[in-house]
């Protein structure tokens, strides 16, 4: 199931819900409203989204006791919607943005996620009314729905199709109408959401959003899809026929790009993939990293953790807790913002093992930003050595700096910004160890990332196997003779994993693959030495790396200046 059990209860309907009010802060906004009949005029605002008509909304001059009024304490809020349920109007705008590709899903952060002023300013333009601001729990109410309405679009979509009375009815739908029946959709299916709630709170957000004819369609729909959930009788494709349409089957019936569905099962066989799916589309679980160079052991993490009442469990890794339940706490109590710990999954830690950085050795991140790997290999440098943190992207390199400020850890980090592959040409520097966290597809990381499976083509892979080449061969010639290389991904797939590396040590005869055996737990290194974790077998991230040794000696046929 989709979202967090305790949703069930969150979602209860509103008691002012019977009452529809549009209510203005200040007298001025009483003047502007229109009286006669209750109609109210369309109003113009300073965006560049016209709002919509609303009728049937009475205005009433006096601000409510139960509107917050953050803004219009400061006289600008003139008008704020108790009408419809302000996490859907939220969770209905910043949909329609992610897929203008103006905003993104963030599951971690909340509150920055821009559910202050500025998204407000985007309900108001887009829906022509503010909603309240949003308490705590309606933010997580926004991200839960959004979230998961992303992850399920390409079934929510298929069934919206099927329910509606024409497929062109569907291709032609508004985009804030389509925003409204998903998150219906959602709620009814996957959050299970009592119905009667979900399709009044939904059709009023249409009617009051858009007009009243939206609203009738949205309860049409609604009511039909609730009909056959009671029935059990949903309309989806039978996984059946030849192993494209079968793929096509599972691609809708899990919410997958079909292309990742044939390459899963091509790879891992069609019951990995069904588990894999699985976990992509269920809650992501975080850990926290705690931050030794300031001292903080994992039992004063722990101590807080029990303080704040959150849900953890121990970790294989000594700096780390998984946390099960309460990462809004976490936050919430600034333990991040204190620099106490840092959220990293094991699966990133167990590359900084594979690394196994030891006190007094030179270090270069190739691929370093926003910093995950690179804190926490300072950390173990112990105060002794020195890291070199590249990246070719200037705004993550500089959140990489800040968080190490904020960890005590820039004395020990140098920045570079630099693609990699110019830098390399020009430098004559050479390292102990040289980590190279390359671009990639992500495919390790999608129960995370909710709305990555939809960015990724096909054809990207292609695209990033080419670059992780390229970077590997810059990459290698910063290593000292003796030294190590490490290659790592947040990828499941082969392609960018082991067969990198096989190419990699064809056309470089003086490296060799050292196994990882030493440095990570068995159970993730794999039969050829590497390190893997998966998601459907070590309940974390996907991810893999790579140790590579280079010879001390010069070999035969590798051009000078490499060898
Ligand atoms: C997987 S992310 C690195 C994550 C990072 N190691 C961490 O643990 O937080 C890949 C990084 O490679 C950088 N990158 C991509 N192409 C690059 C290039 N040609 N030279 C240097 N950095 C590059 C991207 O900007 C991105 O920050």
């Given at each position: 199931m989709e979202g967090v059990a305790p949703a069930v209860s969150l979602f209860r309907p509103r008691a002012s819900a019977r009452f529809p009010v549009l209510l203005a802060a200040d007298s001025g906004a009483a003047r502007r409203s229109t009286g006669a009949g209750g109609?109210?005029?369309?109003?113009?605002?300073?965006?560049?989204?016209?709002p919509p008509r609303r009728p049937g909304i009475t205005r009433l001059p006096k601000l409510g006791t139960a509107v917050s009024t953050k803004r219009s304490e400061r006289g600008k809020d003139p008008l704020i919607n108790l009408e419809v349920s302000h996490h859907?109007?939220?969770a209905a705008v910043r949909l329609l943005r992610i897929e203008k590709g103006k905003a993104f899903v963030d599951l971690l952060n909340e509150k920055a996620n821009d559910s202050g002023d500025n998204e407000m300013g985007y309900v108001e333009r887009t829906l022509g009314f503010r909603t309240r601001y949003l308490e705590d729990r309606d933010i997580r109410l926004v991200t839960v729905i959004v979230a998961g309405t992303v992850r399920w679009k390409r079934y929510l979509d298929y069934l919206i199709m099927s329910l509606c009375s024409e497929?062109?009815?569907?291709?032609?739908m508004e985009p804030l109408l389509l925003q409204i029946l998903r998150i219906g959709f959602f709620e009814i299916l996957k959050l299970d959401v009592p119905a009667y709630a979900a399709v009044d709170e939904n059709v009023r957000l249409a009617k009051v959003a858009l007009r009243p004819g939206a609203g009738n369609m949205v309860n049409a729909i609604l009511r039909k899809l609730v009909l056959l959930k009671e029935t059990n009788s949903l309309p989806l494709p039978k996984i059946e026929g030849d192993e494209r349409a079968q793929?096509?089957?599972?691609?809708?019936?899990?919410?997958?790009?079909?292309?990742?569905?044939?390459?899963?099962?091509?790879?891992?066989?069609k019951d990995e993939a069904l588990r894999l799916m699985n976990w992509n589309n269920s809650d992501p679980r975080f850990s926290l990293r705690v931050n030794t160079s300031k001292g903080y052991t994992r039992a004063d993490l722990v101590k807080r953790l029990e303080s704040l009442q959150v849900h953890y469990e121990e970790s294989i890794m000594d700096e780390f807790v998984r946390i099960r339940e309460g990462m809004q706490a976490v936050i919430q109590a600034g333990l991040l913002k204190d620099g106490i710990c840092a959220v990293q999954d094991e699966s990133a830690g167990l590359v900084v093992s594979v690394v196994d950085p030891q006190p007094g050795e030179t270090i270069i991140d190739c691929c370093a930003a926003p910093g995950g790997k690179t804190l926490f290999m300072a950390s173990r440098l112990s105060g002794e050595g020195k890291i070199w943190a590249l990246d070719v992207n200037?705004?993550?390199?500089?959140?990489?700096?800040?968080a190490a400020k904020l960890h005590g850890l820039d004395v020990m980090i140098t920045d570079i910004h630099a693609d990699l592959r110019l830098y390399t040409k020009e430098t004559t520097a050479k390292y102990d160890k040289v980590l190279l966290d390359a671009p990639c597809s992500g495919l390790g990381v999608l129960s995370k990332r909710a709305d990555l499976r939809w960015n990724r083509q096909f054809e990207d892979l292609e695209e990033l196997m080419c670059l992780q080449d390229e970077l590997l061969d810059s990459a290698s010639t910063l290593v000292k003779p003796g030294g190590i290389?490490?290659?790592s991904t947040c990828s499941i797939d082969p392609e960018e994993n082991e067969k990198r590396i096989s190419a990699f040590v064809?056309?470089?005869?003086?490296?060799?693959?050292q196994s990882v055996c030493e440095y990570v737990p068995k159970k993730f290194v794999t039969d050829e030495g590497f390190y893997s974790s998966n998601p459907t077998k070590h309940s974390m991230d996907g991810a893999f790396a790579a140790r590579l040794v280079r010879s001390m000696h010069k070999i035969l046929g590798v051009?000078?200046?490499q060898n």
């Open positions: 109609r109210s005029s369309v109003r113009k605002h300073g965006g560049t989204e016209a859907r109007a939220v497929e062109k009815v569907f291709r032609e793929a096509r089957a599972l691609s809708i019936i899990y919410s997958h790009p079909v292309w990742m569905v044939r390459r899963w099962i091509r790879f891992h066989g200037k705004g993550r390199l500089r959140i990489l700096m800040e290389l490490i290659y064809q056309r470089h005869p003086e490296f060799a693959t051009p000078q200046g």
